[in-house]
């Protein structure tokens, strides 16, 4: 390129700081390395070929091409462009993606950001397969390429709508349950995993009725189609409003727990890592 703009090799070496033998040497090396003669030499003067205008018009296309993947590196250090991939389980999109995702936009205004939705074990699959750059979950991880952060601690209850009649007894105790409709999430929820935990031989006991959201969960349960196990947090107002009521079933608390793989070191993954909050408990 210093050669095709100055067309002159002793002007050329000092634009780059080399000798003229340097530069003439190196272009020996590439016309050798392409095949092609690049300039041709006339007593004192010098010319490009054709093949040489034609190749140092590539190098200059080439070297913007250069500038401009230095530009994006420097923009994606910067965030001021770049995409983030959440996954999220459903309590965790509904209840603590938002504020995170809130503190996030605040610092980083620029950077596109799309929430994909799942199970827990679906979430943390496509993280460890780098189909997600990281994710906000609420049950145990098995892959092993994945680093994890505690970020909440959240309650899960057994509770049944006040018209039900286990919600009109006087005790509501697991022993009571097996007589009564038990609305369940899909296979593969945390929620689910949980509620079998917590309910024991009467989880095997009552009739299902299998829903796909945890919204349809509270629907159903608000309906008085049978009892459920949910995260607190999801229906503080119906409890608080005296239309669902906890059944005596011993709480259980699990941690809402942020993942990503361990050697991501994307900016834009480490930026929405530094707006988490950290519970006492150490990562893993």
């Excluded at 999430?185 to 829903?211: D, F, I, K, N, Q």
């Excluded at 503080?236 to 005296?242: A, I, S």
Aim: aromatic share 4%; charged share 20%; proline share 4%.
């Amino acid at each position: 390129m210093a050669v095709s703009k100055s067309a002159n090799l002793s002007r050329a070496a000092q634009a780059l700081d080399l000798t003229q033998g340097a530069v003439t040497q190196q272009m020996r090396h590439l016309e050798r390395a392409l095949g092609l003669q690049l300039i041709e030499r006339s007593g004192h003067a010098m010319r490009l070929t054709p093949a040489g205008l034609e190749v140092a018009a590539a190098c200059a296309a080439a070297a913007r091409e250069l500038e401009g993947i230095v530009e994006t590196a420097r923009l994606q250090r910067s965030l001021s462009i770049g995409r983030l991939r959440v996954g999220a389980s459903p309590t965790c999109a509904n209840h603590y993606l938002s504020p995170l995702l809130s503190e996030f936009i605040k610092r980083w205004p620029n950077v596109n950001i799309q929430v994909v939705g799942g199970t827990t074990p679906t979430i943390a699959e496509k993280v460890s397969n780098a189909e997600l750059d990281c994710g906000l979950i609420e049950g145990p991880v098995m892959e092993g390429n994945i680093e994890s952060l505690h970020i909440h601690e959240d309650v899960v209850i057994a509770v049944v709508s006040s018209r039900h009649p286990l919600g009109k007894a006087s005790r509501r105790t697991v022993t009571e349950l097996g007589a009564h409709r038990y609305l369940a999430r899909e296979v593969g929820s945390a929620t689910e995993a949980l509620a079998h935990e917590m309910l024991g031989r009467a989880y095997g006991a009552s009739p299902r009725l299998e829903l796909s959201h945890l919204d349809s969960v509270r629907s159903a349960a608000l309906a008085g189609l049978g009892y459920a196990i949910l995260p607190r947090v999801t229906i503080e107002t119906e409890l608080e409003r005296g239309l669902l009521v906890q059944l005596e079933i011993p709480a259980r608390s699990r941690w809402i727990t942020a993942i990503r793989r361990r050697s991501s070191k994307v900016p834009v993954v480490e930026a929405f890592w530094s707006v988490l909050p950290r519970s006492r408990q150490d990562a893993t």
